[in-house]
């Protein structure tokens, strides 16, 4: 949990660098260190797939409906969205794409439900477990100082925390986490 803060410290508060690639080397560096402790089971049948692609465009809707919401709940929030988006400046959406699609939403998966999610519901059991691990993912999002960006963090971070509870299956949530990151910053961004 520590090593993660300290990773999503560096991509957000640091203000120089691509962050894109900054995200990709912290969830690299999060992932190798999980890894090290525990092989996830990836188990990638067709039923998985095709769930995760349903999840991601259900959770892109919770998103689209939320975008629409949000300026009548949390004052200044379009100007916090596009402050998020504007993370991608400079940076080929091609390459955010990769990154997300093929890095970040594999990698992100593999330690934040495979491994600590994984790890603290048999600790502390599913539903403790499942709770402390989206708490502590919105709470690394703390260090970009958005709040939308945060909220976003809890409600995804619930949605695939939820999703891996229910099912288990990581094969699942990896494509959820990797096309829904994918399609909402590089091709269908909502503003």
Known sequence: MFLAGL??????????GNFWLKIGVSVIIVCL????????????????VAAGILAAA???????????????IVPGAQGQVGGIYSLGVGTERVL?????????GPGEEIFWRGFL???LMARWGPGRGFALTTL??????VFSLNLMLILAA??????WGGLYLWRRDLTLVIVSHSLWS???FAVAPIR
């Open 7 to 16: 990773c999503w410290a560096f991509t957000f508060a640091l203000p120089w």
């Open 33 to 48: 260190y999980s890894l090290r402790w525990e092989k996830p089971v990836l188990n990638p049948r067709p039923a998985s």
């Open 58 to 72: 259900v959770l892109y809707g919770i998103f689209y409906l939320g975008n629409a919401l949000a300026p009548y």
């Open 96 to 104: 955010i794409f990769l990154l997300l699609c093929f890095v970040t």
């Open 117 to 119: 999610q994984g790890r």
């Open 136 to 141: 502590i993912y919105g709470g690394v999002h």
């Open 154 to 159: 809890l409600v995804a971070g619930a949605f």
């Open 182 to 184: 994918a399609f909402i």
